[in-house]
Every structure is written in C-alpha cells, then in structure tokens.
Nanobody, 127 residues
Framework: VQVVESGGGLVQAGGSLRLSCTAS????????MAWFRQAPGKEREGVSS???????YYANSVKGRFTISRDNAKNTLYLQMNSLKPEDTAMYYC??????????????????????WGQGTQVTVSS
C-alpha cells in the first residue's frame, strides 16, 4: 500500500492551497480517509476526515475554511484550504483506515483508526 500526498507549498496568509492524496494497493472506497498535521514542537492532530460513506468532519480550527473531498474513481483524497493562517503551518499527512473512531480534543468528531500513513507534505503560511 502506498499513500502519497502532494500540493503543499509556501503561501501568504489569506491564500489558498489544495492538497491531494493518492492511495494505491487498497480498495479506496472501503477506507475512511483523513488529513492530520503536525507543527514543530506540537503533537500531530486530526484536521479533517472523510468516511467511506461520504461524511465529512472538521477540527474547530479549520471549519469554514477547509473542505475535504474524495474521488473514489481516482483513489484520491483532497483538502481545499482557503483563508490560510500562519498557524496552519505544519506538515500535513494523509491517512487511511478501515475503522472509524470517535475523536476528541479539537472538535474533530470522527477520525479513522489509521492503518496507513503518507510521508507528508509541508504547508508554510507566511504572515
């Protein structure tokens, strides 16, 4: 199984980026998918998740700014990030899991029990 992210980069505050994640070696439509991020010196946190049934969930800090979507025909997960803030700067990871669990702490209601991680893509937002 391979999970590969792309689309990160450097953007000014208020700008937009679109992350993509392509998974191979698994039946994509059977998996719950999610985006996590980790900033320097901080723990990894869930940002947004997409259940295999199409449910979308968001952390409080990104609600109204980020949109998760998936294209099962292309085995691809997306994260459209608008109105970016310097505090969004982090390494963003894509994750896949067969089971969904209740998540706590930052408003993300559900997140997958992760079976597979990507290598990450860096997002840097300048002020």
């Amino acid at each position: 199984v391979q999970v590969v992210e792309s689309g990160g980069g450097l953007v000014q505050a208020g700008g937009s980026l679109r992350l993509s994640c392509t998974a191979s070696g698994l039946t994509f439509s059977d998996y719950h998918m999610a985006w996590f991020r980790q900033a320097p010196g901080k723990e990894r946190e869930g940002v947004s998740s997409s259940s295999w049934r199409g449910g979308a969930y968001y952390a409080n800090s990104v609600k109204g700014r980020f949109t998760i979507s998936r294209d099962n025909a292309k085995n691809t997960l997306y994260l459209q990030m608008n109105s970016l803030k310097p505090e969004d700067t982090a390494m963003y990871y894509c994750a896949a899991g067969r089971s969904l669990k209740r998540a706590t702490g930052n408003g993300l209601v559900y997140a997958p029990e992760v079976d597979y991680w990507g290598q990450g893509t860096q997002v840097t937002v300048s002020s």
